[in-house]
């Protein structure tokens, strides 16, 4: 079985600033392909997916000509704007340049979105058509206020898998459960959706989770999304803001040790492979 890391990024701010991470963070420096590869390897992570970090255009054509150079790469989950008019045209645009062929989703940081039904606007709407339309699937990365929202438009849209990253970012600093569980339900009801067991850690206290404090947010996903539809993600390097690519994969690994094989093969490749078309 083919490991598969759902979810990491990288930059470099030579060429784009991150204005999302604060001045002084441990974020704010290069982050490479060349700096993940060997975590990944002394980790077993085979392939992974890269995911975009900022709303700008020329990020995605990078992400792309660098998954065709890099053999960890498995395809890309880029950024486009979707409320464009012409988003199904720029999106078959992607689609021809220099390792289109590994652009595999689109994602929107909705939770920066002040209106908390964004993804329900018909000009967002006419853009995720175009997302589904083009074979593509729609990364979720939101808050648990938005999870409603995603319900519907997940409903609204059955042609379109949603990849909820993050189990949608959960307070689990503070332990509380409701509403998000109740939310996460609703979503995984629909089968069009897909959850990625990813980003905990940084929403868990930075300098002492455990994995008590973990567990009953990763058991609500594999409870009501199952292995099937559940896949492992590092988020590296934001995921080093609280622990190292070994302790991320170590962590999702005794999360899910009560497993069978089959299903924690789904959940560390399976389900991103099938989800993403890898």
Not at 133 to 144: F, H, K, M, S, T
Not at 147 to 153: D, E, Q, S, V
Not at 181 to 196: G, I
Not at 234 to 246: E, K
């Amino acid at each position: 079985m083919t490991v598969v890391d759902a979810h990491h990024h990288v930059w470099d701010l030579s060429v784009r600033d991150q204005d999302w991470i604060a001045s002084g963070s441990p974020l704010r420096r290069n982050f490479t392909i060349e700096d993940l590869a060997p975590e990944a390897r002394a980790a077993g992570v085979e392939r992974t997916v890269l995911v975009q970090t900022v709303t700008v255009p020329e990020e995605t054509p990078e992400f792309l000509a660098l998954a065709a150079g890099h053999d960890l790469i498995a395809g890309v989950v880029g950024w486009t704007d979707l409320t464009r008019p012409d988003a199904a045209e720029e999106l078959a645009r992607l689609r021809e340049l220099p390792g289109g062929t590994w652009l595999k989703g689109i994602r929107h940081q909705v939770q920066g979105e002040p209106d908390p039904e964004w993804l329900l606007r018909p000009d967002v709407r006419r853009g995720l058509t175009a997302v589904a339309e083009a074979g593509l699937v729609y990364d979720l990365v939101v808050l648990p206020h938005q999870l409603p929202a995603c319900a519907k438009a997940a409903e609204s849209l059955p042609q379109l898998t949603f990849v909820l990253d993050h189990l949608g970012k959960p307070p689990i600093a503070s332990g509380a459960l409701e509403p998000w569980a109740a939310h996460v339900r609703a979503l995984a009801a629909l089968p069009n959706t897909v959850c990625k067991l990813s980003g905990m850690v940084t929403e868990a206290d930075l300098d002492s989770w455990t994995l008590d404090d973990l567990r009953p947010y990763a058991d609500t996903v594999l409870e009501t999304f199952g292995p099937d539809r559940l896949m492992f993600g590092s988020d590296w390097p934001v995921c080093s803001l609280a622990a190292t690519y070994g302790e991320v994969v170590s962590a999702a690994r005794e999360l899910t040790a009560g497993l069978g094989t089959s299903e924690r093969d789904d959940v560390f490749g399976g389900t991103a492979t099938r989800a993403y078309g890898l």
